[in-house]
Structure formats: C-alpha cells, structure tokens
C-alpha cells in the first residue's frame, strides 16, 4: 500500500507543477489557457533530442527543455494570450486550443507520432517499511515540494510576485499606480510555461513520450485549479496531492474509474460552493 501511496505522491507532484501555472493564470488573467499542454509535451521532446544526439546527462537535457519553452511561452503570451485580455471566455477557449493543435502538429511533423519511451535515469531503489520505491518517483516528490516553497516565497518575498498577489486581488488598482501590470503577467506565465515543462520532463521516464501527453494532465490540472481555488499557490498544492494519491489508491481498487475520481471531486467542491453561498 506504500508503493501506491507513494506513486499517488509523484503523480501529484506532476500535477501541481502544471496546475500552477494554469491556476495563475486563471486567476489572474481569466484565460483558459489549453496552450499550456503544448509546453508540457515540447520540453520532453527537447529531452529526447538531447538524448539521441548522444547526451548521457539527463539534468542537463531536462534544463534544456525547460530553458526552450521560454521563447515559446512569450512567442504565445505576446501574439495570443495578450489579444484575449477582457474578451469573452469562449475565444480565449478556442485560440489556446487552436494554438494546442497547431503545435501538436508541428511536433508529429517534427519527430514523428510514434510514443518514444525514455529510461529512468537513476535506476535504483529506495526501501522503506519493507516496500521498494524507485528513488527516482522520491526525487520527483521531493522536488515538487522545493518547488513549491520557490513558488510561495517569489509571490511573497519578490517585488514581481508581489506586484502578481496584489493585481490578483486588484487589477484596476495596481493599474492606477502607474505600474505595467500585463508586463508582469508575462513573467508570470513564462514561469508556469517552465513549471509545466519541468512537469513534462520528470513524467516522461514514468511514461511514455507522444505528441498528445499534454492533453490528459491537462483536464486533471483543471480539475486541480478548481478544487484548490484559482490562482491560490497552497490550495493548488494541496489539491494535486489529494487528487494523485486519490488516483493511485482508486486504480488499485478498480482501474477504469482512476481518471474519473478528480472530476467527481471536482463536481462535489463545486455544487458545495455554490451551495454554501
């Protein structure tokens, strides 16, 4: 029961790191940003490319598919992402998913649809309780929990975050301080584009690597954002988590209903809410 708990662990900590971009930029932005799976899914092609050009250092490859998406997050803030500020929710819907298709497409031109497996890069166990854990599920964890203490303390230390709490609070009047705020949204979202590509590259040696690994993670990371609150750092935390070891401890007991269980959840916070308010 460890190893599944455990598992349900790493998933979570996948999760969070592609939830919080989506959920800051909901909460800040108001954009359904479905372009978000597009990053997630090119920085562990970059991985592979590194890898098949004889690249034996997997830390080295997986900077390498962080650092790239960062063109390609401002390329998209810039000429897609800025155009829908204020504009109906269903067109910022159908230019991220636009956006999606088109580079799924360039990624299938590119390296091909078939699924490119990729090797656990540490290869070695960790037993505890009598239980064997792939060290490399435990770094995964470990990581996402780093990750999100960086995440708390630049929203609450640095100036940038800072400016980001208070226009989510606020907009109209961080804007009436004379302060740029669309560009540090930018910031903002290139960072989640990162965040959503360092998701990418430590899945892809748990599964496999295909052009459409983005859209599964995708829904489950709207059902995150929603349960732990948009643009809420800790609630989005907590709520990957819950909804990983959730999907771990349901596929042991029954399988089919594993990817089901985050949209129940999902439903009953919601009719919750609106029956609290």
């Known amino acids: 029961m460890i190893e599944v708990f455990f598992y349900g ?12 971009g989506l959920s800051l930029t909901f909460g800040i932005m108001k954009i359904v940003n ?8 090119l920085g562990p092609y970059i991985l592979v490319s590194y890898a098949l050009k004889g690249g034996e250092s997997y830390i080295l490859g997986s900077l390498l598919g962080v650092l790239f998406v960062i063109p390609i997050g401002y390329v998209v803030e810039r000429f897609v992402i800025r155009r829908l500020y204020g504009v109906g929710i269903d067109l910022a819907i159908i230019a991220t998913y636009a956006t999606l298709l088109i580079g799924v497409d360039v990624i299938k031109f590119i390296w091909g649809a078939t699924p490119i497996p990729v090797s656990d890069p540490v290869g070695s166990y960790l037993m505890l309780f009598h239980s064997r854990l792939p060290l490399y599920r435990v770094t995964v964890v470990l990581l996402a929990i780093a990750v999100h203490f960086f995440v708390l303390f630049f929203f609450r230390k640095t100036m940038v975050g800072r400016i980001v709490v208070a226009a989510l609070e606020d907009e ?37 690597v295909h052009p459409y690994m983005g859209l599964s993670i995708l829904l489950l990371s709207f059902a995150v954002v929603m349960v732990g609150g948009m643009g809420n750092l800790a609630g989005t935390f907590y709520a990957s988590l819950f909804m990983g070891i ?19 959840v999902m439903a009953l916070v919601i009719a919750f809410r609106r029956r609290k308010v």
């Open 9 to 20: 662990l790493t998933v979570g900590g996948i999760l969070y790191l592609v939830s919080i």
């Open 34 to 41: 479905f372009s978000h799976a597009l990053v997630y899914a």
């Open 172 to 208: 109209d009047g961080v804007r009436s301080l004379g302060i740029s705020v669309g560009k540090y949204f930018s910031i903002v979202f290139v960072l989640g584009c990162c965040l959503a590509a360092l998701g990418g590259v430590l899945y892809a040696p748990i599964t496999a």
């Open 246 to 264: 959730l999907m771990s401890v349901a596929g042991r007991i029954w399988g089919p209903v594993a990817d089901t269980i985050p949209f129940i």
